[in-house]
């Protein structure tokens, strides 16, 4: 008898189930969002936060060698796929719809004629004209005052870090905050923040040092803009999706 | 120069976080506020020169902060201080880096070792290295990493023995020079103890020694059959490091099976030894074995505390060394020759020794069908914990077990292969009744090796020894109470309750001018300064 009971309810619940996952065709911009986080933490260690890791696959351009439709896409997120790196997870329908639904967003935000960079010519523009070591590590080389940057092709996105090329300030990541100090002998310091409390303040400041301040010895203290510098009309779109291009090859995974 | 302008140029070395060179290390004597590795300095003597906390003032203690550890293992690290930023190991292998005037964090590094990870005695790590911009540490699944002290990046990551042969890494790095010298524990599950020192800057192996001898080499013929592959002689503490004679000395662990001798007879070297080594090759230049073919469990992998004293008459440059089987030692550490050795807690497995310093052994204090009663117990005289010799009392400090004995009883058969790593005996501690066994910290001279005072404990200790110029001692116990000593008497000058076991050695530093001794009680870190 329980058994019965079980499966009728087991049943009920698939039905359940599969009524929400059909009525998940129309996601939020949250739920886009979830699923990217969970592409960013689950996926993109094998697949790249591009999604074009894999060999034949590129899931942010909407190529997949097995799956047609978006079911196709959740049976393959949930059930893996034999005798290759694929392995099966343990998501509900709904959070592998959400996946799905970021890798659609993704492609159709891809629809447009993009410049091909090139990475050879970018890691040129970055050593060179760009400076951009003078603030970003690149493995042991460079500055450790802005976001180190040896695993970046691992973290980001090439929009991502194309848009933080051309517009800084629209998207920093919480650790890579910064923050500026002005002590009440009117001595002032900015850097990464690192820590933040009732009474303190730690940051890496712009000479690399750890610094720590007390509140109450500071006149003044909050976030600041980046300092890292648009590069809209200082290098070309050429010389932005190149750099793009070489950021992309970062993938120390030393320092994942 | 002025006085202002002194005090200017010293306000900015304290506040510049300069490259840790390895001259640095070397003389930690010129920069007193810092701490800059396990026992503070290559001689591992864990004396700080700061002397703002006296025996007059240190009543005025009080707690500056507490950093708890997001970890339920034993909290034995010692940190280490550079400039200002303290840097502290969240067992198993987490590196935190704090303020030193706050205790709050700049960042961690979270490490993941292998799942196989095995290690007889606790998920412990006992603190990290520094050389140049980078931290060392080794991990429990026996690989050593280097982490960018300003950032916690993880640099390069070296596998130094296989956790699947059951090595791991427990001790905090030694450096020499532009070396990073660890050795692997792993001694109780039989593993071959062994000595590896890596580039400093990239990781590569520059040289490897075990800790028993190969077939061919001297020594592997005090082991009866094949037992010297699986011979132990694990090493799990710091080395120290002499750069008159370029010599790095470790000690190591037991012989395996541990408690039970039958199947490797011998001598076993070099388990239960001090090993000097050049710190260029890995050469062996001279060995001293403390407890020859032990069934104890012995293990000497106490710091070797070196120190230039005035002996017979003139100076002489020794090694001091309080171990795990009840006796101390004065050593030549230039030459090895045992110049001193005496019981320091009660001991009756030997009765005295010859004239090369080989211990002479009492018959029947080895595993016994009826049960033989050994002192010190299996856990020792002494085990781990950094001990203390400050240069102003030349006194060698200990934190010691005494009056402990453990009865062991012969097992029917030996160890069956894969079984009973520790041999088949069964151990049985004396500890019923308050004289039975207790922790002291006890002060030793080293001209004579007799006591010089007694600090008494109601339970035994696990708790490192910490003395300044200040002549002030501190260390704790598993009570948990950390407590001041007068250095020269042994007084009680100030304690307080931390409510956790106190297991590692507590160290001091200072910034912007005022003195601190923290040390780690249970899982969190707490620190201590005079009251403003």
Redesign the interface.
């Known amino acids: 008898m329980g058994g019965v009971g079980k499966t009728l309810f087991g049943v009920a619940a698939i039905l359940l189930i599969a009524a929400t996952a059909s009525a998940q065709q129309h996601e939020t911009a949250a739920d886009i969002e979830d699923g990217g986080r969970v592409f960013r933490s689950s996926c993109a260690n094998c697949h790249g936060q591009d999604g074009d890791q894999v060999p034949g696959v590129d899931l942010g351009r909407g190529q997949f060698k097995r799956a047609q439709t978006d079911q196709d896409l959740i049976g393959i997120i949930q059930k893996g796929v034999p005798n290759t790196g694929m392995p099966a997870t343990n998501f509900s329908n709904q959070q592998a719809a959400r996946v799905v639904a970021y890798l659609r967003s993704v492609a159709a935000s891809r629809r447009g004629g993009a410049v091909t960079g090139d990475a050879a010519r970018g890691k040129l523009v970055f050593d060179g004209k760009g400076t951009c070591a003078s603030c970003h590590r690149v493995g042991?080389a460079g500055s450790?005052v802005g976001p180190?940057l040896?695993a970046v092709g691992l973290q980001r996105r090439s929009v991502e870090l194309e848009q933080s090329l051309l517009d800084p300030d629209a998207d920093v990541q919480i650790a890579n905050r910064t923050y500026r100090v002005v002590a009440k002998d009117g001595t002032a310091a900015t850097g990464r923040l690192?820590?933040i409390?009732s009474?303190?303040v730690?940051m890496?400041d712009s000479q690399?040092?750890?610094r720590?301040f007390?509140k109450s010895d500071l006149r003044d203290f909050g976030f600041v803009a980046s300092p890292m510098p648009s590069f809209k009309g200082k290098l070309s779109a050429q010389e932005i999706a190149d750099v793009v291009s070489y950021l992309v090859t970062l993938k120390d995974r030393?320092?994942q | 120069m002025t006085a202002r302008v002194l005090a200017l140029v010293l306000l900015l070395a304290a506040?510049?976080?300069a490259q840790v060179t390895f001259d640095r290390i070397l003389h930690p004597e010129k920069e007193p506020q810092n701490w800059l590795s396990y026992s503070g300095s290559p001689f591992n003597q864990r004396f700080s020169p700061l002397a703002q906390i006296t025996t007059a003032n240190v009543k005025n203690l009080e707690l500056q902060w507490i950093w708890q550890a997001k970890s339920l293992e034993k909290y034995e690290a010692t940190s280490i201080v550079v400039d200002?930023?303290l840097y502290t190991v969240q067992a198993p292998n987490d590196v935190v880096?704090l303020?030193a005037?706050?205790g709050?964090?700049?960042?961690t590094f979270t490490y993941e070792n292998l799942p196989d990870a095995r290690v007889c005695c606790g998920r412990v790590n006992r603190g990290v290295a520094i050389l140049g911009d980078t931290l060392y540490m080794g991990t429990l699944d026996a690989h050593l990493v280097a982490l960018?002290a300003?950032?916690g990046?993880?640099?390069?990551?070296t596998q130094v023995a296989k956790t699947g042969e059951r090595y791991a890494i427990t001790h905090a790095p030694t450096i020499v020079k532009d070396k990073v010298i660890v050795g692997t524990a792993g001694g109780d599950f039989g593993a071959r103890g062994l000595i590896a020192a890596f580039d400093a800057k990239t990781g590569k192996e520059v040289w490897r020694i075990h800790t028993i001898p190969g077939p061919g080499e001297p020594g592997n013929d005090t082991w009866s059959g094949d037992s010297w592959k699986t011979g132990g002689a694990g090493v799990w503490n710091s080395g120290a490091y002499d750069p008159e004679t370029n010599l790095v000395f470790f000690g190591t662990g037991n012989p395996a099976p541990d408690w039970d001798g039958r199947q490797r007879l011998g001598d076993n070297l070099y388990s239960d030894s001090v090993l000097a080594l050049d710190a260029d090759t890995g050469a062996l230049k001279w060995h001293y074995q403390f407890t020859p073919h032990d069934e104890v469990d012995y293990d000497s992998t106490q710091v070797p505390v070196l120190a230039d004293i005035q002996w017979r008459g003139r100076p002489r440059k020794v090694m001091l060394w309080a171990n795990r089987n009840g006796l101390s030692y004065v050593l030549d550490r230039v030459t090895g020759e045992f110049l001193l050795g005496k019981p320091f807690v009660k001991v009756n497995w030997m009765d005295g020794f010859d004239p090369k310093g080989r211990p002479q052994r009492v018959p029947g204090k080895i595993p016994t069908k009826e049960g033989s009663m050994v002192m010190p117990t299996v856990l020792g005289a002494t085990n781990w914990a950094p001990p203390s010799f400050s240069p102003r009392t030349n006194l060698l400090y200990v934190g010691a077990w005494e009056n402990t004995g453990t009865v062991l009883t012969e097992g029917l058969s030996p160890r069956a292969a894969g079984r009973n790593p520790m041999g088949q005996s069964t151990l049985t501690p004396n500890l019923n009744k308050q004289e039975d066994g207790f922790g002291v910290i006890r002060a030793l001279d080293p001209q004579t090796l007799e006591k010089k005072w007694d600090f008494p404990m109601n339970d035994i200790t696990w708790g490192g020894v910490l003395t300044t110029a200040g002549d002030v001692l501190f260390s704790g116990g598993k009570e948990g109470y950390f407590f001041a000593l007068d250095a020269r008497t042994g007084a009680l000058l100030w304690k307080m309750a931390l409510g956790g076991q106190i297991n590692s050695g507590p160290m001091s530093y200072s910034v912007n001018g005022r003195q601190y001794v923290t040390v780690a009680a249970g899982t969190g870190l707490f620190t201590f300064a005079l009251r403003q």
């Open positions: 042991l450790r180190d040896s690192l820590n409390d009474f303190t730690q890496l690399e040092q750890l720590s007390m030393t320092v | 506040s510049l976080q200002g930023v880096a303020d005037l706050t709050r964090p700049y960042w960018d300003k950032t990046k993880l640099l390069w990551k």
